[in-house]
């Protein structure tokens, strides 16, 4: 009996799981609001609803042991809110993609695959640069433990009456400087015998001519009963949960479901963002923003679909194993983040040459404007040789070749060097009271 069971529960999941491919075809990731309508949606979630169900009778399952079902390839499906009564709201973004899977992004950037990767590794073969994420997000916590120590202690100092309080510094500067550790924040960056690698891929044409390829690539860790708790508690206390539903803030409603045993948590490595054929990817990169963190539940996967829920906002992810014809597209991240890849430009290096590059025209126009003209030139000497003019006179010449002139050329050598210095900051940090999200 319990076999025939079991049986039963397999051949109704795998009817589920093929339903839910069937509804989400040709939604455009479950961006497409009128390929959804209400009726449809709400038949989509009921099968969602229905496998996730199946998962949570069958027992804790860890889809992340050697061989488990969650890791693999995976192409992103659907994205879609927390319920099938919300509006399908991708209009200024998406859960998955960002904006360049928002409304706008979608007209600008053609969506040539989205792909949702876990893939176990041997600590020793990770690449560099997935690593980066979790060493930030290390040297965070370690600062942020620092720096609570440092104000617990300014707090119990003694105080001679004059000026503020060690207490009133201590609140100050806390308010202005002390963030949350963050939850699940491994204690060290040292690698696992076994880690198991996320990666984001968004593969893109811009105006369908350039080919762009966003990755964003970082290490998982699993959460705990504790950590599962914190997550789960900071999403109600922050009000993300009804920001993301629509709902008050504090709602501890039936749309944010207890978390499961397979919640990680992902730091991200700063997005990697590539422009032109595959081979010129690979040389042609930068490295934009900061390292990110993300918190996914995988709450149902088999050997074809595997289903996601945003931690902290509830949000719906379908993915489906790639096939064998896509292998090489979903694949294509591995090139520009290998142990053998050159290093991405961090953007904020662009900004900062930017920068250098519209001073050294400013004072390129300022030593033309001195240096061109003799008398100028013996004034500034103060009646210097014949030699030492003409010598001047050839760098003020020079300088003249790369000097701004015109209002035009001043306004836009002036804005330039205005966008410069705010891409020159790219590196990002934190929000105050915030956790970076990918």
Not at 123 to 137: F, H, N, S
Not at 199 to 207: G, P, T
Not at 390 to 409: D, M, N, Q, R
Request: neutral net charge; hydrophobic residues 45%; proline residues 4%.
């Amino acid at each position: 009996l319990q076999a025939t069971a079991v049986s039963e529960t397999a051949v109704g999941c795998a009817q589920a799981a093929e339903t839910v491919l069937k509804l989400i075809k040709d939604t455009d990731m479950g961006a497409n609001a009128t390929a959804l309508p209400l009726d449809k949606r709400q038949a989509l979630y009921a099968n969602l609803n229905a496998l996730e169900a199946s998962a949570t009778a069958a027992g804790e399952t860890d889809l992340f042991a050697a061989g488990g079902d969650a890791i693999g390839l995976w192409s992103v499906d659907f994205v879609g809110e927390a319920e099938a009564a919300n509006e399908v709201r991708q209009q200024k973004s998406s859960a998955a993609g960002g904006y360049w899977r928002g409304e706008m992004g979608r007209k600008i950037f053609r969506t040539e695959g989205l792909y949702q990767h876990v893939l176990a590794f041997k600590g020793e073969d990770v690449p560099p640069y997935a690593k980066l994420g979790l060493q930030d997000a290390v040297r965070r916590r370690e600062a942020t433990i620092d720096l609570m120590e440092e104000v617990a202690f300014m707090k119990e100092g003694e105080w001679d009456g004059f000026g503020p309080s060690p207490a009133v510094l201590a609140e100050a500067r806390g308010a202005l400087n002390l963030t949350k550790v963050g939850i699940g924040i491994r204690e060290d960056a040292a690698s696992q015998p076994v880690e198991f690698v996320a990666v984001n891929l968004v593969r893109v044409l811009l105006f369908n001519v350039l080919p762009i390829s966003i990755v964003l690539v970082g290490l998982a860790t699993r959460m705990d009963t504790e950590n599962r708790a914190a997550v789960r508690r900071k999403a109600m206390e922050s009000g993300r949960a009804a920001r993301m539903q629509g709902t008050e803030p504090g709602v501890l409603n039936a749309q944010l479901p207890d978390l499961t045993s397979n919640l990680v948590r992902v730091d991200f490595a700063p997005p990697i963002i590539a422009a032109g054929p595959a081979w010129l990817q690979r040389l042609l990169k930068l490295s934009v923003g900061p390292a990110t963190d993300v918190f996914l539940d995988t709450t149902f996967a088999n050997s074809n679909v595997r289903l996601g829920r945003g931690a902290t906002s509830g949000s719906r992810f379908v993915f489906q194993k790639v096939t064998e014809e896509n292998t090489a597209a979903a694949t294509s991240w591995s090139s520009l983040v290998e142990k053998s890849a050159p290093p991405a430009l961090p953007l904020r290096f662009v900004g900062v040459a930017l920068q250098w590059a519209v001073l050294a025209r400013i004072f390129a126009t300022a030593a033309s404007f001195y240096l061109s003209d003799p008398v100028t030139t013996r004034v500034l000497c103060h009646g210097a040789g014949d030699s030492v003019v003409a010598v001047l006179g050839i760098v003020g010449k020079a300088a003249g070749v790369f000097a701004i002139s015109g209002t035009a050329a001043w306004v836009k050598s002036l804005l330039l060097l205005i966008v410069s210095w705010f891409i020159s900051k790219s590196g990002g940090g934190i929000v105050q009271g915030e956790e970076r999200s990918a």
